[in-house]
Protein backbone atom coordinates (compact mmCIF):
# COMPACT_ATOMS: atom_id res chain seq x y z
CA UNK A 1 0.00 0.00 0.00
CA UNK A 2 0.96 3.13 -0.27
CA UNK A 3 2.60 6.30 1.63
CA UNK A 4 0.36 9.27 2.02
CA UNK A 5 -1.05 10.67 -0.94
CA UNK A 6 -4.47 11.41 -3.00
CA UNK A 7 -7.15 9.24 -3.17
CA UNK A 8 -8.27 8.66 -6.81
CA UNK A 9 -12.03 9.00 -7.64
CA UNK A 10 -14.43 9.53 -10.65
CA UNK A 11 -13.47 6.88 -13.86
CA UNK A 12 -10.69 4.10 -12.41
CA UNK A 13 -11.29 4.70 -9.24
CA UNK A 14 -12.60 2.13 -6.42
CA UNK A 15 -16.19 3.37 -6.21
CA UNK A 16 -18.44 1.30 -4.04
CA UNK A 17 -17.57 -1.63 -1.07
CA UNK A 18 -19.88 -4.91 -0.74
CA UNK A 19 -20.28 -7.28 1.67
CA UNK A 20 -22.30 -10.72 0.70
CA UNK A 21 -22.88 -12.23 3.84
CA UNK A 22 -24.31 -15.74 5.00
CA UNK A 23 -25.96 -14.15 7.99
CA UNK A 24 -26.89 -10.69 7.57
CA UNK A 25 -28.08 -10.03 11.15
CA UNK A 26 -24.70 -11.33 12.74
CA UNK A 27 -22.32 -9.29 10.52
CA UNK A 28 -24.51 -5.88 10.99
CA UNK A 29 -24.37 -6.66 14.82
CA UNK A 30 -20.37 -7.47 14.25
CA UNK A 31 -19.81 -4.80 12.61
CA UNK A 32 -22.10 -1.99 14.64
CA UNK A 33 -19.45 -2.57 17.35
CA UNK A 34 -15.94 -3.17 15.66
CA UNK A 35 -16.46 0.12 13.41
CA UNK A 36 -19.40 2.05 15.02
CA UNK A 37 -21.29 1.54 11.31
CA UNK A 38 -25.20 2.42 11.21
CA UNK A 39 -27.67 0.07 8.33
CA UNK A 40 -30.13 1.69 6.18
CA UNK A 41 -32.00 -0.46 4.94
CA UNK A 42 -33.75 -0.78 1.80
CA UNK A 43 -35.97 -2.79 -0.10
CA UNK A 44 -34.66 -4.79 -3.28
CA UNK A 45 -38.09 -6.27 -3.80
CA UNK A 46 -37.67 -10.57 -4.66
CA UNK A 47 -34.17 -9.62 -4.06
CA UNK A 48 -34.83 -9.56 0.02
CA UNK A 49 -33.58 -6.21 1.69
CA UNK A 50 -29.99 -4.71 0.79
CA UNK A 51 -28.03 -2.73 3.32
CA UNK A 52 -26.14 1.11 3.22
CA UNK A 53 -23.56 1.42 5.38
CA UNK A 54 -23.49 4.29 7.24
CA UNK A 55 -20.22 5.88 8.85
CA UNK A 56 -21.46 9.02 10.63
CA UNK A 57 -22.95 10.86 7.33
CA UNK A 58 -20.41 8.94 5.37
CA UNK A 59 -21.88 6.09 2.83
CA UNK A 60 -19.05 2.77 3.09
CA UNK A 61 -21.01 0.70 0.84
CA UNK A 62 -23.37 -1.93 1.19
CA UNK A 63 -24.19 -5.46 2.56
CA UNK A 64 -26.84 -7.92 1.65
CA UNK A 65 -27.50 -11.52 2.69
CA UNK A 66 -26.37 -14.11 0.48
CA UNK A 67 -29.45 -16.58 -0.53
CA UNK A 68 -29.98 -19.83 -1.61
CA UNK A 69 -29.61 -18.99 -5.59
CA UNK A 70 -25.93 -18.28 -4.71
CA UNK A 71 -25.33 -21.58 -3.89
CA UNK A 72 -22.71 -22.35 -1.49
CA UNK A 73 -20.67 -19.14 -2.08
CA UNK A 74 -19.18 -18.15 1.15
CA UNK A 75 -19.32 -14.48 2.74
CA UNK A 76 -17.45 -11.96 1.08
CA UNK A 77 -16.44 -8.56 -0.05
CA UNK A 78 -16.53 -7.35 -3.37
CA UNK A 79 -15.27 -4.36 -4.82
CA UNK A 80 -16.29 -1.96 -7.71
CA UNK A 81 -14.26 0.13 -10.06
CA UNK A 82 -15.50 2.74 -12.11
CA UNK A 83 -15.37 2.72 -15.72
CA UNK A 84 -16.99 4.63 -18.20
CA UNK A 85 -18.70 2.57 -20.17
CA UNK A 86 -19.09 -0.94 -18.63
CA UNK A 87 -20.12 -3.16 -22.20
CA UNK A 88 -17.36 -1.65 -23.41
CA UNK A 89 -14.83 -2.68 -20.95
CA UNK A 90 -16.44 -6.11 -20.68
CA UNK A 91 -15.58 -6.49 -23.87
CA UNK A 92 -11.93 -5.22 -23.78
CA UNK A 93 -11.77 -7.72 -20.76
CA UNK A 94 -12.75 -10.63 -22.77
CA UNK A 95 -9.64 -9.54 -25.54
CA UNK A 96 -7.50 -9.86 -22.17
CA UNK A 97 -8.59 -12.73 -21.26
CA UNK A 98 -10.73 -11.96 -18.51
CA UNK A 99 -14.11 -13.50 -18.27
CA UNK A 100 -17.68 -11.47 -17.19
CA UNK A 101 -18.95 -13.60 -14.07
CA UNK A 102 -22.98 -12.70 -14.18
CA UNK A 103 -24.84 -10.95 -17.06
CA UNK A 104 -24.53 -7.31 -16.61
CA UNK A 105 -27.12 -5.64 -13.91
CA UNK A 106 -29.03 -2.48 -14.22
CA UNK A 107 -30.06 -0.65 -10.97
CA UNK A 108 -32.41 2.37 -11.62
CA UNK A 109 -30.62 5.39 -10.34
CA UNK A 110 -27.65 3.44 -9.09
CA UNK A 111 -25.75 2.03 -12.65
CA UNK A 112 -25.23 -0.91 -14.88
CA UNK A 113 -22.52 -2.89 -13.69
CA UNK A 114 -20.83 -6.52 -14.12
CA UNK A 115 -18.22 -9.06 -12.09
CA UNK A 116 -15.33 -9.81 -14.09
CA UNK A 117 -12.75 -12.13 -13.33
CA UNK A 118 -9.08 -11.81 -14.35
CA UNK A 119 -6.56 -14.35 -15.74
CA UNK A 120 -5.04 -14.67 -12.11
CA UNK A 121 -8.49 -15.79 -11.13
CA UNK A 122 -9.10 -12.33 -8.75
CA UNK A 123 -12.53 -10.95 -9.62
CA UNK A 124 -13.99 -7.24 -9.39
CA UNK A 125 -16.76 -5.58 -10.51
CA UNK A 126 -16.86 -3.14 -13.31
CA UNK A 127 -19.81 -0.30 -13.13
CA UNK A 128 -20.78 2.61 -14.81
CA UNK A 129 -22.63 4.86 -12.24
CA UNK A 130 -25.30 6.71 -12.72
CA UNK A 131 -23.42 9.83 -10.31
CA UNK A 132 -19.96 9.63 -10.59
CA UNK A 133 -17.88 10.94 -7.61
CA UNK A 134 -16.35 14.07 -8.65
CA UNK A 135 -13.88 14.88 -5.55
CA UNK A 136 -11.76 12.12 -3.60
CA UNK A 137 -12.94 10.86 -0.69
CA UNK A 138 -12.31 11.72 3.09
CA UNK A 139 -10.64 9.18 4.96
CA UNK A 140 -12.46 9.12 8.04
CA UNK A 141 -12.67 6.46 11.07
CA UNK A 142 -14.95 3.45 9.45
CA UNK A 143 -14.05 4.54 5.97
CA UNK A 144 -12.22 2.43 3.11
CA UNK A 145 -8.99 3.92 2.79
CA UNK A 146 -7.47 0.76 0.40
CA UNK A 147 -8.25 -1.94 -2.00
CA UNK A 148 -5.08 -4.28 -2.47
CA UNK A 149 -4.99 -6.98 -4.86
CA UNK A 150 -2.92 -10.26 -3.37
CA UNK A 151 -2.58 -12.36 -6.77
CA UNK A 152 -1.16 -15.69 -7.62
CA UNK A 153 0.02 -14.81 -10.86
CA UNK A 154 0.45 -10.60 -10.58
CA UNK A 155 2.73 -10.12 -13.93
CA UNK A 156 -0.42 -11.25 -15.51
CA UNK A 157 -2.90 -9.70 -13.16
CA UNK A 158 -1.12 -6.21 -13.89
CA UNK A 159 -0.80 -6.39 -17.57
CA UNK A 160 -4.81 -7.36 -17.42
CA UNK A 161 -5.56 -4.44 -14.80
CA UNK A 162 -3.23 -1.78 -16.30
CA UNK A 163 -4.71 -2.20 -20.25
CA UNK A 164 -8.10 -2.81 -18.65
CA UNK A 165 -8.53 0.10 -16.74
CA UNK A 166 -5.65 2.38 -18.19
CA UNK A 167 -3.84 2.57 -14.60
CA UNK A 168 0.02 3.59 -14.28
CA UNK A 169 1.79 0.90 -12.13
CA UNK A 170 4.69 2.13 -10.03
CA UNK A 171 6.95 -0.44 -8.44
CA UNK A 172 7.66 0.49 -4.76
CA UNK A 173 10.51 -2.02 -2.84
CA UNK A 174 8.90 -3.29 0.92
CA UNK A 175 11.26 -4.68 3.65
CA UNK A 176 12.34 -8.37 2.97
CA UNK A 177 12.97 -7.82 -1.07
CA UNK A 178 9.57 -7.82 -1.74
CA UNK A 179 7.34 -5.67 -4.72
CA UNK A 180 4.96 -3.91 -4.20
CA UNK A 181 2.74 -1.79 -6.82
CA UNK A 182 0.55 1.19 -6.72
CA UNK A 183 -1.78 1.40 -9.21
CA UNK A 184 -2.89 5.04 -10.18
CA UNK A 185 -5.35 7.26 -12.20
CA UNK A 186 -4.69 10.31 -13.93
CA UNK A 187 -6.13 12.02 -10.43
CA UNK A 188 -4.97 9.83 -7.63
CA UNK A 189 -4.15 6.17 -6.38
CA UNK A 190 -6.51 3.78 -7.07
CA UNK A 191 -5.13 0.93 -4.77
CA UNK A 192 -2.08 -1.66 -5.11
CA UNK A 193 -0.94 -4.89 -5.50
CA UNK A 194 1.85 -7.70 -4.97
CA UNK A 195 2.82 -11.02 -5.76
CA UNK A 196 0.52 -13.55 -3.08
CA UNK A 197 3.56 -14.49 -0.46
CA UNK A 198 4.73 -18.14 -0.60
CA UNK A 199 3.48 -18.61 2.63
CA UNK A 200 0.01 -17.95 2.28
CA UNK A 201 -1.84 -21.15 2.19
CA UNK A 202 -2.54 -23.18 -0.93
CA UNK A 203 -6.07 -22.89 -1.20
CA UNK A 204 -6.92 -18.68 -0.90
CA UNK A 205 -7.10 -17.96 -4.21
CA UNK A 206 -6.08 -14.45 -5.74
CA UNK A 207 -7.87 -11.68 -4.36
CA UNK A 208 -8.94 -7.78 -3.96
CA UNK A 209 -9.41 -6.84 -0.31
CA UNK A 210 -10.45 -3.72 1.07
CA UNK A 211 -8.96 -1.82 4.29
CA UNK A 212 -11.04 -0.33 6.85
CA UNK A 213 -10.00 2.83 8.56
CA UNK A 214 -9.90 2.31 12.54
CA UNK A 215 -8.78 5.08 14.73
CA UNK A 216 -6.76 1.93 17.25
CA UNK A 217 -5.84 -1.08 15.63
CA UNK A 218 -4.96 -3.00 18.83
CA UNK A 219 -8.05 -1.88 20.54
CA UNK A 220 -10.20 -2.77 17.56
CA UNK A 221 -9.10 -5.93 17.20
CA UNK A 222 -9.70 -6.71 20.65
CA UNK A 223 -13.11 -6.22 20.35
CA UNK A 224 -13.29 -8.31 16.68
CA UNK A 225 -12.51 -11.40 18.97
CA UNK A 226 -14.55 -10.86 21.92
CA UNK A 227 -17.71 -10.34 19.24
CA UNK A 228 -17.20 -13.60 17.40
CA UNK A 229 -14.11 -12.71 14.58
CA UNK A 230 -10.89 -14.09 13.83
CA UNK A 231 -7.29 -12.00 13.42
CA UNK A 232 -6.25 -14.28 10.22
CA UNK A 233 -3.15 -12.03 9.61
CA UNK A 234 -1.44 -10.27 12.76
CA UNK A 235 -0.55 -6.51 13.33
CA UNK A 236 2.18 -5.60 11.30
CA UNK A 237 3.51 -2.07 11.02
CA UNK A 238 4.58 -0.29 7.60
CA UNK A 239 6.60 3.02 8.07
CA UNK A 240 4.95 5.96 6.75
CA UNK A 241 2.44 4.03 5.90
CA UNK A 242 0.51 3.05 8.99
CA UNK A 243 -0.53 -0.12 11.09
CA UNK A 244 -2.71 -2.93 9.84
CA UNK A 245 -3.74 -6.33 10.62
CA UNK A 246 -6.54 -8.84 8.38
CA UNK A 247 -9.40 -10.22 9.96
CA UNK A 248 -12.75 -12.33 9.41
CA UNK A 249 -16.00 -11.34 10.95
CA UNK A 250 -18.46 -14.19 12.34
CA UNK A 251 -19.88 -14.84 9.40
CA UNK A 252 -16.63 -15.68 7.45
CA UNK A 253 -16.20 -12.50 5.04
CA UNK A 254 -12.51 -11.28 4.76
CA UNK A 255 -11.26 -7.84 5.48
CA UNK A 256 -8.10 -5.45 6.83
CA UNK A 257 -8.63 -3.38 9.34
CA UNK A 258 -5.67 -0.14 9.11
CA UNK A 259 -4.90 2.81 11.32
CA UNK A 260 -2.86 5.14 9.19
CA UNK A 261 0.26 6.57 10.06
CA UNK A 262 -0.26 10.23 11.45
CA UNK A 263 -3.19 8.71 13.32
CA UNK A 264 -0.41 6.70 15.64
Known amino acids: MAEEGKP???IGSFMWHECWTRDLA????????????????MDMGPGGKYNIIMAGDKTVGGMAALTAEWGEMPSHWGFYIDVEDVDSALAKAKELGGEPKHDVIDVPNVGRFCPVGAPDGSVVYLM???HRATEAPCAEPGTFLWVE??????AKAKEFYTKLL???????????????NVFSTGNGHAGGGMQMPAEVPA????????????????KTLETVKGEGGQVIVPPMEV?????????MDPAGAAVALMTPAQMQ
Do not use: C
Open 8 to 10: AYG
Open 128 to 130: TPA
Open 26 to 41: KAKDFWGKVAGWKFEE
Open 239 to 247: PNVGRMAHI
Open 166 to 180: GWQAQEMPMPDGVVY
Open 203 to 218: EVPSNWTGYIHVADLD
Open 149 to 154: LMSRDF
